[in-house]
C-alpha cells in the first residue's frame, strides 16, 4: 500500500490511478504527482506502490503504456486509459459512491 499521510482504502489506490488517466496520458512520476496535488498534499503515492498497481492494470488491459519522452526530454513511460480501463473506472467510481453513503449512514447514526 502506498505510503500515504492519510493511509488509502485497500484497492483505492487502483480507482485514483485510472481516474488521474482519464485527463490524458501520463508518465508514473506524473500520475504519483497529480493524486498528491489533487488530495492537497494528503495522499503521498510512493514508487514501491505505484508501479506495482499500473503493471497489474496493464496486465488487465485497463491501461496500455508507450514510451516517449517527459518534459523534460527523458524517456519515459507513458500510460494511458484504454476502453477497458474507462468501463473499470466506471464500475470502481460506482462501488467507491455506495460504500461512502453507507459510511456516512453509519456516521450519522452512530
Known amino acids: 500500500m502506498p505510503t500515504t499521510k492519510a493511509e488509502l482504502l485497500q484497492g483505492t489506490l487502483d480507482l485514483l490511478i485510472l481516474k488521474t488517466l482519464a485527463a ?37 488491459g485497463w491501461i496500455a503504456a508507450e514510451w516517449g519522452k517527459s518534459d523534460n526530454n527523458r524517456r519515459a513511460k507513458f500510460y494511458s486509459l484504454t476502453r477497458a480501463g474507462r468501463k473499470q473506472l466506471e464500475e470502481e467510481t460506482a462501488i467507491w459512491e455506495r460504500v461512502c453513503r453507507a459510511i456516512t449512514l453509519v456516521l450519522e447514526t452512530a
Open 24 to 60: 490524458g496520458p501520463m508518465h508514473g512520476y506524473s500520475i504519483a504527482q497529480r493524486i498528491q496535488q489533487r488530495s492537497d498534499d494528503v495522499l503521498v503515492v510512493e514508487e514501491g506502490s505505484l508501479y506495482p498497481s499500473l503493471y497489474r492494470m496493464e496486465e488487465k
